[in-house]
């Protein structure tokens, strides 16, 4: 379990153009932090940085549990969930397929995917092929996978663009549990998150 | 390893269904074997010589009609991400791949090789060496043509791109087999070829899951 994420210095590059530079950002367990900025100011980039995807110009980005500093690459194969734009889920797949492969490749039980998809309203669901799926359908699914496999650090990008009123406010009762048993988020966003979030400007 | 079953489960029903899955590649094979006395003229002593070379060359280009898109899906959809900050390095997330790929199309196509080999009129007793060729080359071709769609991740003429990096490493494996069956039928020492062929194999499984997994890395960077 994750107990610190450690942002040091941090510069990101697209290219040829700096994004943003000297970014220093410290996570505690239980916090979250909303990332804001106006589009293509990185705060992608930043959240695929933190999860080892993209490479930084300069600047570390380190993790610690209660014991001391973790070596990055466990840190990020065990502790580390990264949602993107992209859903990550295969059309041609049913969600219940889709959704048991994702937690038990996550570190989860087939016990813990079904307790999720529960979690997330989509028991009727699941017998479906993902392409069958609306867009805030297809977004829950992905969550679900936050919940089935149990992973301290939660990389959020844009969570909640697809979701309807109800699903938010559920959704951001399962982000508050997630901090209270010690987790931490740290979620791009352009609304803001239903829970007590730090705010973080990029690229201001 | 558990997370490498689960892995290879899942790939080994996705590229069973992916674009026909088996069926692609092996229509293709049909064609090519069905299309070539045509072409080549009716003589059955002809034809009868090359038909284990033909069978042989057939299989490595079906094999690389599905190769294409390994890597690509995953890269799109968001899923290469996920793999990537799984319980396994992407290099063995590679091998998971070439491996299903190999099981879901190269194995089907060796079992069709001595069946095409037949209809062209090869003999017999090439059979057994054949099927163990396409089998043992099958698997090379997985992997080399995973490394060219790993290389070619993000690039607009993706299968253009394919084919011009994973030819010429088809080509040794390509000579060796046909050099084994060649030797086997006329006759002559054939264990060389074969032997070179599963000397080349071994090197393609260890080496390629390393350029896989770069080449991921980079394409996500």
């Known amino acids: ?204 | 390893m558990k997370a490498f079953g689960v892995l290879l489960r899942r790939e080994l029903a996705l590229a069973w269904g992916r674009g026909g899955g088996p069926l692609l590649a092996l229509t293709f094979y049909a064609c090519v074997v069905v299309l070539l006395p045509m072409a080549s003229g009716r003589a059955p002593e002809r034809l009868a010589a090359i038909a284990p070379g033909i069978a042989w060359l057939a299989l490595a280009l079906a094999a690389l009609l599905s190769l294409e898109r390994l890597f690509e899906r995953d890269y799109e959809d968001g899923t290469l991400e996920l793999l990537a900050l799984g319980p396994a390095p992407l290099e063995a997330v590679a091998i998971a791949k070439c491996l299903a790929q190999w099981l879901a199309t190269g194995a089907p196509l060796a079992l069709a090789a001595p069946v095409a080999a037949l209809m062209l009129g090869a003999e017999l007793k090439v059979m057994p060496l054949l099927v163990l060729c396409s089998l043992v080359g099958g698997l090379a071709f997985a992997f080399l043509g995973g490394m060219g769609a790993a290389l070619a991740l993000g690039s607009k003429r993706g299968g253009l791109l394919v084919a011009v990096i994973v030819l010429p490493l088809f080509a040794p494996p390509v000579i060796f087999g046909a050099g084994a069956l060649d030797g086997y039928m006329s006759g002559l020492s054939w264990t060389g070829g074969l032997m070179l062929m599963l000397a080349y194999c071994a090197g393609a499984v260890a080496l390629t899951p390393l350029a896989m997994g770069a080449a991921c890395r980079n394409a996500l960077d």
């Open chain 1, 1 to 204: 379990m994750l107990r610190v994420v450690l942002i040091k210095d941090l510069a990101i590059s697209r290219g040829e153009r700096t994004l943003f530079s000297g970014l220093n950002l410290t996570l505690n367990a239980g916090e979250a932090a909303a990332l804001v900025g106006r589009n293509g100011a990185g705060k992608t980039s930043l959240l695929r940085a933190v999860a080892g995807l993209l490479r930084p110009m300069a600047g570390t980005v380190t993790f610690e549990d209660s014991s001391g500093p973790v070596e990055a690459d466990v840190a990020r194969a065990e502790q580390l969930h990264l949602l993107g734009h992209h859903d990550g889920l295969k059309a041609s797949r049913t969600a219940w397929e889709e959704l048991r492969f994702q937690a038990l490749w996550t570190g989860g039980t087939e016990d813990s995917a079904r307790a999720a998809a529960k979690r997330f309203d989509l028991i009727r669901l699941l017998d479906l092929e993902v392409r069958r799926l609306s867009a805030g359908q297809r977004r829950r699914l992905a969550l679900a996978r936050l919940a089935a496999s149990p992973r301290s650090l939660w990389l959020l990008d844009e969570p909640m663009a697809p979701l309807d009123a109800t699903q938010r406010e559920a959704f951001g009762v399962v982000m508050a549990e997630h901090l209270a048993g010690g987790g931490m988020i740290l979620a791009s966003v352009h609304d803001p998150l239903p829970i007590p979030a730090r705010l973080v400007e990029i690229g201001a």
